[in-house]
Structures are given as C-alpha cells and as structure tokens.
C-alpha cells in the first residue's frame, strides 16, 4: 500500500474542512431571517421562504455538480480547486456583507437567497471531487481510507461551523467563515506545488476492484448510495429530533445532547469502519450497514427513547450502521465509474442523489412538509435506503457469479 500522508493529502484534507466550513446552510439563515412580525424563520410566511430555500439549493446543488464536474474533468483538480476558493471567498464575503444589515435581512431575503445558491453551486466538489482526484493516484488499498478521510473532513467542517453558529451571533459567524475562505485560499497557495506534482510522483499499481457495473446500473447506484448518505446525515434534523420534542416530549437540551453524541460517535466509527473496509468487502460492508441502518431507524417507532441515556444509546448504534456505509460509499462509486469519467461521474450522480434526499427531506417532514404526523418510516432514509439495497444485494451477486466463472 502506498503512503497516504505527506504535504499534498494534509493540503487536500484541510481544504475540504475548510470548504465544508464555510458551506452556507439553513443554520445561518435560521437566525438572519426573522420576519416582519419577529418571528423564526419556519413559521406563518416564513416557511414558504424555506421551501423556495430547499428547492433553489437543490438546483444549485446539481447544476453545481454538473458544471464543476465537466470543468474538473477538462481541466484537472487543481483548476478546478481554483475555481472553488474563489467561489467560496466571494460568496461568503458577500454573506458578511448581507450580515451587515441583518435587522433588514427579510427585506432583502431574495439577496441572501441568490448567495446561498452560488455557494451551493460549490459544495458538490468540495467533498467528492479530491475524493476521486486522489483515488485516480493512490492504488485500490487506499481507497476505503481516502473515502473516509474526505467524508471524515467534511463532517469535522460541517460541526464546527454548526458549533460556533451557536456560541456567536450572525454579524461574527459571518466574518468567521469569510476568514475560513481567504485561509482555505492561503493553504493551496503555499500546498501548490505538492498538489500539483502529486501525481506525478506516484506510480499507480493494478486495480484490483471486481468487475464495473456498466451503463445506467452505475448511475442508478451511485445515486442511491448519494442519497443515502444524504438522507442518514439529515434524517436526526427532519425526523428524529422533531419526533422527541413533539411526540415523545424530550426536553430541548436532551435533544441536542443526544445529536451532538450522534455526531461524536459518526467520527469515532468513520475511522473503525476503515479499519473494516481491510478485511471485509466494500460492497457487502455497505449492504449490510444498510440494513442495519433501516432497522435502527424503523425501531423509534417502537421503542422508549424518552430518558437521556436511552437517546444517547440510540443515536451511538445508529451512528455505528450508518458510519458502515459512509465510510467506503465514495469508494464504491469511484470503483463504478474509474474508466468512465469519474470527476464528471461520481461528482454528478452521487451528489445528485445526495440533493434530492435533501430535498424529499423538507417537504416530508412534518414543520414544512405534507404530512401532519411524525411518520418517522415516511423519510428518504428509507425512500432510497431500500432500492440502494436492492441494487448492492444484485452488485453482490454479480460479482459472486464472477468470482464462480
């Protein structure tokens, strides 16, 4: 196995937390948009001015992913690299700014609005694009680790930027994270060089992956394995945590201690579930992660959660599937598209799918959705974790057919 630590992958590593950091999402607008009336955002009027947040983003998401993807793919990782730096250290430069007249933020929502769709445009690279870039140099041992050390900073990126959004006010989160873009800026231009001859200082060995699913089965899987992962980072925001404060009536500061143990565990187990991905297939590890994902999930609906340690103990196995599957999905969708495209391919199918999972999300759940009870089996999670399974459960039993010939 060759080495995966040096200048070059630290560089890359920070970057993507970085640039997952200064990811503008809805925590941000929660606090800037009060409406006339003083209310949160989410309520009365202020709910459509969600949705029209969750459908511009998700549209942006995607023509994101596509755009970027072709850009990466006809120019390489490091101009496209430029290309995000640039890209975040204007659009949340022009938050700061917005965040400058925050007692008129409403009036001026459809401003925020437009930045936050530019800085969506961005986030589909951030974390899939140096994933594929350093799979295309390292050999197949490496993958699983390199998946998890990219979903592993984005994660890092997107709890410390959820963390400090609620011990500072808006007018000093907004210039944090317009300082994270300029430093994001500064690390690739003193990691320059590193990057750039990365590739040119390693020498590929064989792939040694099975058989490449072909055609329209790897865009279908690489969506469902996007949406997953999607659906299991929001499905705490959209249904769980909702379902304890309304129906089973666990205090607020309950609530959040068991989300943010949620999170503490994810990382723990990302880092195990590589050490996993050695001595267990890819494929079969994701299947039956799944699995057990969809049935912690199903299993709220039946038993008691309502005192802390119970809650706390939930969120930790839920964690411990779901880290199962994250870790080694990029893998996987990498090993579907290597000969084809993969910058343009994993970068496009995989957040596709990763955004319409965000999107079902909102207008499913129960504050801003159709629905009018706590229908926890009524998610993407489940949406997509069920197909997702069923097209790992054929990926399996095509390659075990090869492996028989």
């Known amino acids: 196995m060759q080495f995966l630590w040096n200048r070059a992958t630290s560089c890359i590593f920070l970057g993507v937390i970085l640039q997952s950091f200064c990811s503008i999402k809805l925590v941000w607008l929660n606090a800037l948009l009060p409406s006339i009336s003083g209310e949160r955002i989410g309520l009365s009027h202020g709910a459509a001015f969600v949705c029209a947040w969750a459908v511009v983003t998700f549209f942006s998401r995607v023509t994101g992913a596509y755009t970027l993807?072709?850009?990466?793919?006809?120019?390489?990782?490091?101009?496209?690299?430029?290309?995000?730096?640039?890209?975040?250290?204007?659009?949340?430069?022009?938050?700061?700014?917005?965040?400058?007249?925050?007692?008129?933020?409403?009036?001026?929502?459809?401003?925020?609005?437009?930045?936050?769709?530019?800085?969506?445009?961005?986030?589909?690279?951030?974390?899939?694009?140096?994933?594929?870039?350093?799979?295309k140099i390292y050999n197949a041992e490496s993958h699983a680790k390199i998946s998890m050390l990219m979903i592993l900073a984005s994660v890092l990126g997107y709890t410390l930027s959820s963390t400090l959004s609620i011990k500072f006010n808006p007018h000093v989160m907004s210039g944090i994270i317009c300082g994270g873009s300029f430093l994001c800026g500064f690390l690739y231009y003193m990691g320059k060089n590193s990057i750039l001859g990365l590739e040119e200082s390693?020498?590929?060995?064989?792939?040694?992956?099975?058989?490449?699913?072909?055609?329209?089965?790897?865009?279908?899987?690489?969506?469902?394995?996007?949406?997953?992962?999607?659906?299991?980072?929001?499905?705490?925001?959209?249904?769980?945590?909702?379902?304890?404060?309304?129906?089973?009536?666990?205090?607020?500061?309950?609530?959040?201690?068991?989300?943010?143990?949620?999170?503490?565990?994810?990382?723990?187990?990302?880092?195990?579930?590589?050490?996993?991905?050695?001595?267990?297939?890819?494929?079969?590890?994701?299947?039956?992660?799944?699995?057990?994902?969809?049935?912690?999930?199903?299993?709220?609906?039946?038993?008691?959660?309502?005192?802390?340690?119970?809650?706390?103990?939930y969120q930790v196995t839920f964690a411990f599937f779901f880290a199962g599957f994250l870790a080694p999905s990029l893998a996987i969708v990498f090993s579907l598209f290597q000969n084809d495209r993969p910058f343009f391919n994993g970068v496009f199918w995989y957040y596709s799918g990763l955004s319409f999972s965000y999107l079902v999300g909102y207008f499913l759940s129960k504050e801003l959705g159709i629905f009018t009870h706590y229908f926890l089996l009524v998610s993407p999670l489940?949406?997509?974790?069920?197909?997702?399974?069923?097209?790992?459960?054929?990926?399996?039993?095509?390659?075990?057919?090869?492996?028989?010939?």
């Open 69 to 135: 993807g072709k850009y990466a793919e006809a120019k390489g990782f490091f101009a496209a690299q430029k290309v995000l730096v640039l890209g975040y250290i204007c659009t949340t430069f022009l938050f700061f700014l917005c965040c400058l007249y925050a007692n008129y933020t409403y009036q001026i929502r459809w401003v925020v609005l437009l930045v936050t769709y530019f800085n969506a445009f961005l986030f589909p690279a951030t974390l899939v694009l140096p994933a594929m870039y350093l799979m």
């Open 202 to 313: 390693h020498v590929k060995e064989p792939q040694k992956y099975s058989p490449i699913s072909s055609g329209y089965r790897a865009r279908i899987l690489a969506l469902l394995v996007g949406g997953v992962c999607g659906a299991g980072m929001t499905h705490n925001y959209f249904f769980i945590e909702p379902y304890l404060l309304n129906v089973t009536v666990v205090n607020l500061n309950r609530s959040k201690w068991g989300y943010i143990s949620f999170y503490i565990a994810l990382v723990v187990f990302l880092i195990l579930a590589r050490k996993v991905c050695a001595y267990v297939n890819s494929t079969k590890l994701l299947f039956r992660s799944l699995i057990g994902t969809l049935l912690v999930a199903a299993a709220l609906n039946v038993i008691d959660v309502s005192s802390a340690h119970a809650y706390i103990i």
């Open 382 to 405: 489940v949406l997509m974790g069920v197909p997702c399974m069923a097209a790992l459960r054929s990926k399996l039993l095509t390659i075990r057919s090869s492996l028989q010939q």
